[in-house]
């Protein structure tokens, strides 16, 4: 109860450099955040690509639809598959007229060959899984040929892996950057009033006493600051996407978690640098 | 109540403060400590309130030895100390009552007890009427009654008085002993560090002379100890 009103009255005591505070802590937050926000459209748009992977095994003429449709449910139950869908030559021929609507009449039917078309779920569409699968599946001997884009499927993943060590790198380096800025700025704070706290000792205070307001401080910038650093994120997003191109906002809980985390710094950094200064006064 | 034995203190960056320095404040006296500047006065306080640990030998204070204090029991051990400056150690942005009520605050006084006690402290040094001042619009003197208030809340056993009144002009100054004198007359022992000869010459009380760091002259106990008393 007294940390909440000690942490309250420093607020209404020092206004200025608790705001000063807070928007340094909100600045910190929003380059991460904007940087968050910029990794989760890639991943986004790189797992949007990457959902377009896709095996096509070629069926031989005259095959039984009961050998196929034993195979598609074998296919079907490889764990890396999502889905397998029959194509036939009816449907290829439909396909391939409705896709190159000015070749329709070079198209006859029985032309194309039917074929089997395997998707995969996230997580095992990686060149090595695919080209594993397409082995498999060239296995039966009613399928002719198994085409899956080899080059594509390993330039998308050799993007994919670039992007998600670049998204770590750069990720952990703002955020360093930012928690050491935050921390600068609370132990600021907590400078400007070591007066204060070196009377505290001298009458006999704890040091739990001394520090718990200033957790209580630091907690409510973080979160203020976290805050803030959101609504300035969003409101980036909002303008990209009205601008510029369109994007997608952190999930709700990616959300909570960024402001969590700006006020663990705030109560962590105040904690660290109030222990530091006790240990010296 | 405060033991001084064979205490030497060495500083990492300054060297040595105090050498063999052993001696005894009994309940209820009132002692000058007196020398030159950076005779180890300072640190012979300091000592006392236990903001420094000597380097070798004991001290101890109320029960509580440096050989094995905690850092919680040095907290507990100040509320029963009170601590005076030369620069006063306000806190420029409280009035005078609130600069009091702090340290009752910090010890954990019931909220309800504090308005009464922080007036109470205050007529008792003189300045009823200036409880709403901010340390600013209050003379040298009047501050350092404001830092003697706040030393008093809790009813120490001894006053530690750094200097305080090196910043005072001669008026002030009288005004500050006189005070401290009142304090020690209801019980409290007083260990002053000054300068002012003129202090030690007016009055009666023990004087305890350092220089580099060792007790030069001593004279004497004004009051006979008590077996009780050699805690």
Not at chain 1, 103 to 112: E, K, P, S, T
Not at chain 2, 30 to 55: A, N, R
Not at chain 2, 88 to 95: A, I, M, T
Request: charged share 25%.
């Amino acid at each position: 109860m007294r940390s909440m009103r000690e942490a309250l009255l420093a607020f209404r005591r020092a206004p200025l450099l608790s705001v000063l505070g807070i928007i340094t802590i909100a600045f910190s937050l929003f380059a991460v955040g904007l940087f968050g926000l910029v990794a989760v459209n890639i991943k986004e748009t790189i797992a949007s690509v990457e959902e377009r992977v896709e095996i096509r095994a070629f069926v031989s003429e005259g095959t039984a639809s009961e050998a196929i449709a034993a195979a598609i449910g074998d296919v079907g139950a490889f764990p890396e598959v999502a889905r397998v869908d029959y194509v036939s030559q009816e449907d290829a021929l439909k396909r391939a007229r409705q896709e190159l609507g000015e070749f329709r009449d070079v198209f006859d039917a029985g032309f194309l060959p039917a074929s089997i078309e395997v998707r995969l779920k996230p997580g095992y569409r990686d060149p090595e899984q695919v080209r594993s699968v397409a082995a498999r599946i060239a296995t039966y001997q009613f399928i002719d040929d198994v085409r899956y884009g080899q080059e594509w499927v390993e330039k998308l993943a050799r993007i994919r892996n670039i992007a998600g060590i670049a998204g770590i790198a750069l990720g952990l380096a703002f955020a360093t950057v930012a928690v050491m800025i935050i921390g600068t700025t609370i132990r600021m704070a907590v400078l400007a009033r070591s007066r204060e706290i070196a009377i505290m000792r001298l009458v006999g205070a704890t040091d739990g006493f001394i520090r718990r307001p200033f957790l209580i401080e630091g907690f409510v910038k973080g979160i203020l600051g976290g805050g803030a650093a959101l609504l300035l994120t969003w409101v980036a997003s909002l303008l990209i996407n009205r601008y510029i191109v369109k994007t997608s906002f952190f999930p709700m809980e990616l959300a909570i978690v960024g402001v969590l985390g700006g006020a663990i710094i705030g109560l962590l950094g105040s904690g660290v640098s109030v222990g530091r200064h006790l240990r010296r006064v | 109540m405060i033991r001084f034995t064979d205490v030497t203190k060495e500083y990492p960056r300054t060297g040595v403060a105090l050498t063999d320095v052993s001696f005894h404040v009994a309940k209820g006296e009132f002692v000058f400590l007196t020398g030159p500047s950076g005779s180890g006065k300072s640190t012979i306080l300091k000592l006392i309130y236990m903001e420094e640990l000597p380097t070798a030998g004991e001290v101890r204070v109320s029960g509580l030895s440096t050989v094995d204090v905690k850092r919680s029991e040095i907290a507990k051990l100040r509320r029963k100390l009170g601590i005076v400056f030369q620069d006063f150690r306000l806190l420029e942005d409280r009035s005078a009552e609130a600069n009091i009520a702090f340290a009752l605050e910090v010890t954990g006084a019931p909220r309800s007890q504090i308005p009464s006690r922080v007036s109470r402290l205050l007529t008792q040094v003189g300045l009823a009427s200036k409880g709403g001042a901010f340390p600013r619009e209050l003379s040298g003197g009047e501050q350092q009654r404001v830092a003697i208030a706040r030393a008093l809340v809790n009813e120490p056993y001894v006053l530690i008085a750094d200097e305080p009144t090196g910043n005072l002009d001669d008026r002030a100054t009288r005004g500050i002993f006189q005070l401290l004198r009142e304090i020690n007359a209801s019980g409290t022992a007083v260990v002053m560090a000054t300068h002012n000869l003129d202090l030690i010459r007016r009055s009666d009380y023990r004087t305890i002379e350092i220089n580099r760091g060792q007790i030069v002259y001593d004279s004497g106990e004004t009051k006979p100890v008590q077996p009780e008393e050699l805690v």
